[in-house]
């Protein structure tokens, strides 16, 4: 994994991919019990590029209802409009 990291990044669905082959293998039996955690968070110039796909993907995959996955449009596009004198 770390070399994949190096190599230029993760896309969502390696991310992905890796949450669900460990939640898949994930025991609570060998938890360690810890006092204080402290985490950082290290904020992107443009996070929604990983987290808007991630989460759509979640909701896509999660709900009980049903989208048409080809109709979301993630970001706005720019449609050109005709301006009338």
């Given at each position: 994994m770390d070399a994949q990291r190096m190599d230029g990044g993760?896309?969502?669905?390696?991310?992905?991919?890796?949450?669900?082959?460990?939640c898949?293998?994930?025991?609570v039996d060998g938890m360690k019990m810890f006092t204080q955690l402290?985490?950082?968070?290290?904020?992107?110039?443009?996070?929604?590029?990983?987290?808007?796909?991630?989460?759509?993907?979640?909701?896509?995959?999660?709900?009980?209802?049903?989208?048409?996955a080809t109709a979301i449009n993630l970001f706005p596009a720019d449609i050109p409009t005709k301006v009338r004198i």
């Open positions: 993760w896309s969502v669905n390696e991310v992905l991919q890796v949450v669900i082959v460990n898949r293998s994930w025991r402290h985490f950082t968070y290290e904020q992107e110039s443009h996070p929604e590029e990983f987290f808007i796909p991630y989460v759509w993907k979640l909701v896509l995959s999660k709900c009980e209802f049903e989208f048409n």
